[in-house]
């Protein structure tokens, strides 16, 4: 079983991510180094959302108010001034301030960059504001999607955790019995090649390999659409902590065997409970281009090289399909970049891991060279729609 790769599908459906337009990244840019900086702003808000602010005139005041999930982003850009607020939760009588406060200043100090929580009338909510000639594209782009990304880690928590009240019901939409069932086929398909694969390594003594299906199977449960909540923040956890070199290996390797035998017997309506459409006003996914891609791999070519050298297709197959699910997960992909890995990952699947591990390593180098095709129709598939 271990010499035949494990399976993989699209999931098929429909989400309101939005999806950027790399001219708006190039105009604000542009834009900026004219000094035309309320021009800058607005076409960066095009940018993170081209819905937003068509047809406005960038010579007005702007003054808009987005959803994110269970939080309002409010952005005011002036003649002098950016500003973005975000209320966030509001404080009662029940809840644990000292232990709250704790938390909301360790966020504070750490996590967030340039942004800052703040109490305001018993609202704690997300502040930044700068002179406009001051707003980089760079560090707005930041600003703004640090706000979204944080405000979605610490609702849930805040909330369970210290007894905090949110503002307002995020704006969601439930998925369909069709998306329901498809899901519910995904789940069932990671879920046994987790257990089958985990059980032939062990039988085989190759242990090592637990760490690659321990974070192969979560970065396809990441990759999934509709998944919100906390346990959108939980993948989001184990992912970042089992690729995290200065965590030691079998502590991280522990932490994710016991997370992913623990939700593989997780009741799958407690699942899908945090699987539902969710409103976004800017993508918790990092920007991308080729030449972003083709850094990432870059860094990774001495490893590659390594493997291609000794011929060790298996840990070339498993390392490449992670380094790509990881791309997915992590990047805001455009469509001609999307749809080539998810057709590589979908030939790669379920067969011998010598021909699987050729498959990945045409896609490596076909992204150095940029060389990247793709033989299905766009319209084909959710991910085309979602990472375009």
């Known amino acids: 079983m271990i010499n035949t790769t494990p399976k993989f599908q699209r999931t098929v459906g429909i989400i309101n991510e939005p999806v950027s337009d790399i001219k708006y990244w190039e105009n604000a840019n542009e834009a900026y180094d004219k000094e035309e900086y309320k021009k800058s702003l607005f076409e960066l808000i095009k940018y993170i959302n081209p819905d937003v602010i068509k047809g406005e005139d960038t010579t007005k005041d702007l003054s808009i108010v987005q959803s994110q999930g269970s939080v309002n982003i409010h952005i005011n850009i002036s003649d002098d001034k950016f500003e973005v607020k975000v209320p966030f939760l509001k404080i009662t009588n029940d809840t644990n301030k000292v232990a709250l406060f704790r938390k909301v200043a360790e966020v504070n100090f750490s996590d967030l960059l340039l ?88 039988e085989k003594r190759l242990d090592a ?127 001609k970049h999307i749809e080539p890995i998810l057709e590589a990952l979908e030939k790669s699947a379920n067969i011998d891991i010598k021909d699987a591990a050729k498959i990945l390593l045409d896609l490596y180098n076909n992204f150095l060279n940029g060389e990247i095709s793709t033989k299905q129709k766009t319209k084909q598939g959710f991910f085309a729609r979602l990472f375009r």
């Open 209 to 335: 390999y637990q760490w690659d299906l321990v974070v192969i199977s979560i970065l396809k449960l990441g990759i999934m659409p509709f998944v919100n909540g906390t346990l959108r923040t939980d993948f989001r956890e184990y992912i970042y902590n089992l690729l995290n070199l200065d965590i030691d290996f079998d502590y991280r390797l522990d932490k994710g065997i016991n997370f992913m035998n623990k939700f593989c017997d997780t009741p799958r309506e407690e699942i899908l409970k945090d699987m539902y459409h969710a409103k976004q006003f800017v993508s918790l996914k990092r920007r991308s281009s080729l030449e972003i891609i083709q850094d990432e791999l870059k860094a990774i070519d001495n490893i590659i090289q390594q493997y291609v050298s000794g011929n060790n297709n298996m840990p070339l197959f498993y390392f490449l399909q992670i380094t790509f699910l990881r791309i997915i997960y992590d990047y805001n992909l455009e469509n």
């Open 115 to 202: 942004s800052q929580i703040v109490l305001k009338d018993d609202i704690l909510q997300f502040e930044f504001s700068d002179h406009i000639a001051l707003c980089h594209p760079h560090k707005i782009f930041g600003v703004i999607r640090e706000i979204a990304i944080y405000a979605d880690d610490y609702d849930d928590e805040f909330v369970e955790r210290y007894k905090a009240e949110f503002l307002q019901k995020a704006e969601t939409t439930p998925i369909t019995a069709e998306e329901n069932k498809q899901i519910n086929e995904h789940l069932d398909q990671i879920f046994a090649d987790y257990k089958n694969y985990s059980k032939a390594l062990k």
